[in-house]
């Protein structure tokens, strides 16, 4: 028996990711799985249909976060502890933002020069 569902709609220009169930290890691996391979640019991944969670699977599915360029992410139904582990692992559960607009543009960093 799965310990966790996880059903994708898209809805305009959003892919919404739905789990429900219990969300440890290898459901993260596997949200992180299809959130890296996600075409659309905006995701929304709802954990309000949750009913528990294992520390662990934070840790993996925050990592994947991190590392997803070019994509605007909305966490939605999570509860206090889970907001909080979220930012122990750098992840303001927030706002969850990689486009390339607001990165600076690469003429405002200073060149390195070499001193002899």
């Known amino acids: 028996m799965p310990g966790c569902n996880i059903e994708r709609e898209v809805i ?4 919404r990711y739905r789990v429900c169930g ?3 290890g290898g459901c993260a691996w596997d ?3 299809r959130i890296e391979h996600e075409p659309l640019g905006e995701l929304t991944l709802d954990f309000s249909q949750c009913g528990e969670f294992v520390d662990y699977g934070i840790a993996v599915l925050a990592t994947a976060l991190l590392s997803i360029p070019d994509k605007t992410i ?3 139904g999570l509860r206090q502890h889970q907001v909080r582990l ?6 303001d559960a927030d706002k969850i933002e ?5 990165a600076p543009p690469a003429g405002d960093f200073p060149l390195a020069s ?3």
């Open 12 to 15: 305009g220009g959003t892919a």
């Open 22 to 24: 219990k969300f440890e």
């Open 31 to 33: 949200l992180a799985g």
């Open 74 to 76: 909305h966490l939605e």
């Open 86 to 91: 979220f930012k122990y692992f750098g992840v």
């Open 98 to 102: 990689h486009r390339p607009e607001h």
């Open 114 to 116: 070499e001193v002899a």
